[in-house]
């Protein structure tokens, strides 16, 4: 029966995000349970693409990546995958009607991280930005509206700033590997061998002003929604402050993190907040 391999398939994203993210699957946990599988199922699709394109170095990634887009496309035309992350996302695609175009933009974004190793200009910078976060804020957008068109239309912006925040924020968490172990760099006009702090501030001006436009979203989401993504909002926001504060040398040398003591804390803040309708 297809209900007992969708539901193997929808396991397999689960673990996928528990094991690539336990952030992020945290606050997944803080989303309804009617909404909870088909982030899982996004996540798991977007961290498989990633994967191929940072991490599997001993292997053709070019024709990794291919095969993948090729599977892609036959589990959107099919409905059905025997890889079962593809096999999630398709789901979660049709079910909640996720343009084509978002998913197009994303792998063109992916595919760019296997040749291309910097940003030199704003467009190029915003248009990988708008394909490898921007979009799967939108996907997750769709998921928490339900249909709403209104809705959807309202919350898009805000939804695309708070992508971009915290991709701004991984860039700059994973200066060194990027920079060091995959020759990228992804913000314009830095010289990341020599980042200043002058260049740091800018950057984290940037995100902040991400951080603001994509809060006003937050409060504006669904019930559903409203905890879980506010709880990443959160996180992520003591990661940057995290960064604010560590010297560019450093963030240079080594990759930041926010202590698990910590997570648990924000955890605790967040629910307070949100229970007592502070958001």
């Known amino acids: 029966m297809k209900s007992l391999f969708d539901s193997v398939s929808f396991e397999c994203s689960k673990l996928v ?3 690539y993210s336990t952030s992020f699957s945290s606050a997944v946990k803080m ?3 009617t909404i909870r599988q088909d982030i899982y199922n996004i996540y798991g699709f977007v961290r498989f693409a990633d994967e191929i394109v940072d991490s ?3 292997y053709n990634k070019e024709d990794l990546f291919e095969m993948f887009q090729i599977d892609l496309q036959n589990a959107l035309d099919n409905k059905i995958s025997l890889n079962p992350i593809l096999n999630s996302f398709q789901y979660t695609v049709h079910t909640h009607k996720i343009p084509k175009e978002l998913i ?3 792998m063109k ?3 760019l991280d296997l040749t291309k190793k910097s940003y030199l200009t704003e467009n190029e910078y915003n248009e990988y930005i708008y394909g490898s976060a921007d979009v ?3 996907m997750c957008l769709k998921v928490f509206v339900k249909g709403n068109i209104d809705q959807y239309n309202n919350l898009k912006e805000s939804a695309m700033r708070l992508g971009s925040a915290f991709q701004k924020v991984n860039f700059l968490r994973d200066l060194k590997a990027d920079f060091e172990e995959l020759d990228r760099t992804y913000f314009p006009n830095t010289d990341l061998s020599q980042l200043s702090e002058s260049s740091k501030k800018e950057i984290i001006q940037e995100i902040e002003a991400d951080f603001k436009a994509g809060y006003e979203g937050i409060v504006n989401l669904p019930i559903e929604a409203k905890f879980g ?3 990443a909002y959160v996180y992520y926001k003591k990661l940057l402050t995290k960064l604010k504060n560590t010297p560019s040398s450093e963030i240079k040398n080594t990759r ?5 003591y910590q997570k648990v804390s924000l955890l605790a803040k967040c629910y307070v907040s949100y229970r007592l309708k502070l958001i």
């Open 56 to 58: 599997f170095h001993d």
């Open 136 to 138: 799967v804020g939108l």
């Open 109 to 111: 974004s992916m595919k």
């Open 229 to 231: 993504v506010y709880t």
């Open 31 to 33: 989303l309804a349970p």
């Open 17 to 19: 995000t528990k094991s």
């Open 104 to 106: 197009a933009a994303f």
């Open 256 to 260: 930041i993190r926010v202590a698990d």
